[in-house]
């Protein structure tokens, strides 16, 4: 059975594991060159979101190790 973990281990684990690797995952895709507009514009704009979302979870660490 997984541990349960606080809201403050969550976050540090998307931020290590989960983003990093969605992250890696649409680049190689976009790098491969879809043909598809349409595809190529959403993988855009996932990485985008993935940057917002890893910027958000920094700063949030962040203002808890100044607690």
Known sequence: MPRLRNERQALQHELREE??????AYQQELAAGPEDE???????SHIRRIEK?????????AAWAEI
Do not use: K
């Open 53 to 61: 979302r890893t910027a958000d979870l920094e700063a949030r660490l």
């Open 38 to 44: 349409t595809r190529r514009e959403s993988l855009e």
């Open 19 to 24: 983003l990093p690797a969605q992250l890696t």
